[in-house]
């Protein structure tokens, strides 16, 4: 599994994960979006390729949802995969992050950030 972290002037970051997000590669997913937060505090994770995602998984978006709030950013995964998308129904976290078909769906609640 590879992330890759794009970075944007208009002050978000976007880390793309596609696959599977498990405990075998969830230390790389949390480096990933500590990486993305170093630089901007408004983060977008796209999971829109991933097609299994666990319990420690969520916790590191738990965690980047947490530093990109403190930093004053915002946060907001992308999720298209039913399968996925349930996961963050059961938890809850549905109701804690903002869930949206795309990157641009998300840069667009953002709005410029600093």
Not at 86 to 114: H, K, N, Y
């Amino acid at each position: 599994m590879a992330f890759t972290i794009d970075t944007a002037a208009d002050g978000y970051a976007v880390v793309h994960a596609d696959g599977e997000l498990d405990v075998g590669n969830a230390p790389e997913l949390r480096e990933a979006v500590a990486a993305a937060l170093d630089v901007r505090a408004a983060l977008v994770v796209d999971l829109a390729a991933v097609t299994f995602m666990d319990s420690v998984s969520l916790g590191v978006l738990i965690g980047a949802y947490n530093r990109a709030r403190e930093a004053g950013g915002a946060f907001a995964v992308v999720c298209t995969d039913d399968r996925v998308r349930r996961i963050f129904r059961i938890t809850g976290l549905d109701q804690v992050f903002t869930m949206v078909d795309s990157a641009a769906a998300a840069v667009e609640g953002f709005g410029a950030r600093p």
